[in-house]
């Protein structure tokens, strides 16, 4: 008969044993709700913070040198197009861009033309990724540009309206990504005759 108690009586204290574990895991599951949403709300107090910053900065931009070639595309079945080459400085103090909700700027200098074949042309020619922490002037003489200078025709030989503007996405912590132009552009022309030199 004890035995028979005995047997009948474990049910009840496996029963007792998984009250105790499923109070422990509602209680965790509890905390971990609880935190999440804490750390939710801080992370839209940050975002919040931020949101009608302008992010915009003065920016000089110079060209004191530009040619233009008219040379075999091996991207394009070896058409011959025009290849524009140009040296440039750049000045931009972009320190009032950084606030605690600013991971990392990315600077991308653009290059903006019309010609016969296309109302809007867009050239990315130069780029740059400034951290938090690092030196977020620009203060550069004779750059050269760090991607080439295609168009997709005879269209940079002769013309006389390329403008060139930096922009930058404001890459946060949290939050959306603002692509944003830079205050001050530079307006440029090409010569008329293509560089003979190699």
């Known amino acids: 008969l004890h035995t028979l108690t005995s047997i009948f009586s474990l049910p009840q204290e496996f029963g007792t044993c998984f009250a105790k574990m499923n109070t422990l895991c509602s209680r965790a599951n509890a905390l971990l709700a609880f935190t999440l949403s804490v750390l939710a709300s ?37 058409e011959y197009n025009d290849l524009g080459f140009i040296t440039f400085d750049l000045k931009a103090d972009l320190t009032s861009l950084f606030n605690w909700n600013v991971k990392q700027l990315f600077l991308y200098l653009t290059a903006e033309y019309e010609t016969p074949n296309n109302k ?12 938090r922490g690092e030196n977020p002037i620009l203060d ?21 309206n390329v403008t060139l503007t930096l ?32």
Not at 42 to 70: G, Q, R, W
Not at 120 to 131: E, G, H, M, S
Not at 174 to 186: D, E, I, Q, R
Request: glycine share 6%; proline share 4%; with cysteine.
């Open 42 to 78: 801080l992370t839209f107090i940050c975002f919040l913070s931020t949101f009608f910053e302008a992010y915009k900065a003065n920016v000089d931009i110079k060209t004191f040198k530009a040619t233009v070639k008219n040379v075999p595309d091996y991207s394009a079945a070896r």
């Open 120 to 131: 809007l042309n867009q050239v990315v020619l130069w780029d740059k990724i400034i951290q």
């Open 140 to 160: 550069y003489h004779g750059l050269n540009t760090k991607y080439y200078f295609w168009d997709d025709g005879k269209g940079l030989k002769g013309n006389q």
């Open 167 to 198: 922009s930058w996405n404001v890459v946060p912590n949290a939050g959306h990504l603002p692509n944003v132009f830079g205050v001050g552009s530079h307006r440029f022309q090409f010569p008329a005759e293509y560089h003979s030199k190699s």
